[in-house]
């Protein structure tokens, strides 16, 4: 009796798969990982970097970081100025890696 399963796939049916995605990527490059969502971001990492976003998150880290050394606000200020720090330290590592791509 034959114990194999007979909906096994076959080693060379998924190597020809895989080798047929590479060749029709290598064709059409921008055809299959091209997403939809790639020109609205890449808009807006454009809108985002640049000289006057580096002096504002400049600014705004200096500013945050006293308001937060000598702010009373409370546990929810803090969180709050820590927030906005948060992001202006993000916005500026943006221009970093900016200026290496």
Known sequence: MNNKP???INKS???GIIAGVFIINSIFP????AMP???PLEELRSSITGKAA????AITVCI??????MGEGGQAGRK???LICGL????GFMQILDMFS
Do not use: E, H, P, R
Request: glycine letters at 10%; aromatic letters at 14%.
């Open 6 to 8: 007979k909906n096994k």
């Open 13 to 15: 049916f998924i190597f």
């Open 30 to 33: 921008n055809a299959i990982f």
């Open 37 to 39: 969502w790639d020109g």
């Open 54 to 57: 580096k002096s504002i998150c």
């Open 64 to 69: 945050t970081g006293v308001m937060i050394g």
């Open 80 to 82: 709050a100025l820590q």
């Open 88 to 91: 202006a330290l993000a916005i």
